[in-house]
Nanobody
Framework: QVQLVESGGGLVQAGGSLRLSCAAS????????MGWYRQAPGKQRVLVAS???????NYADSVKGRFTISRDNAKNTVYLQMNSLKPEDTAVYFC?????????????WGQGTQVTVSS
């Protein structure tokens, strides 16, 4: 069994910064691609950023130049550094990871962490 646990969300003023973390634990052979999604009230969950095992990154246009995704493979952790936050960044942020286990490769999700940006 694999678990992803996010941390680092909270309330911040516009222009501020937050750093989200997501740690994977359990029966993990390896972590392949990892990513962050967000879901605002009444909207669909959308990709924010992703990072491959080779550390190639991809960002939504709305966060390019403000957010940075990174990973620490030794700690099975993915991070999202969020700078110059805007009220429209307010959402629940979810991490995911493609995990190789004894049963093959499967995508796991964290429980989500709330980010609220006040104007």
């Amino acid at each position: 069994q694999v678990q992803l646990v996010e941390s680092g969300g909270g309330l911040v003023q516009a222009g501020g910064s937050l750093r989200l973390s997501c740690a994977a634990s359990g029966s993990i052979f390896s972590l392949n691609a990892m990513g962050w999604y967000r879901q605002a009230p009444g909207k669909q969950r959308v990709l924010v950023a992703s990072i491959t095992i080779a550390e190639s990154t991809n960002y939504a246009d709305s966060v390019k130049g403000r957010f940075t995704i990174s990973r620490d493979n030794a700690k099975n952790t993915v991070y999202l550094q969020m700078n110059s936050l805007k009220p429209e960044d307010t959402a629940v942020y979810f991490c995911n990871a493609d995990v190789k286990t004894t049963l093959g490769i499967r995508r796991y999700w964290g429980q989500g962490t709330q980010v609220t940006v006040s104007s």
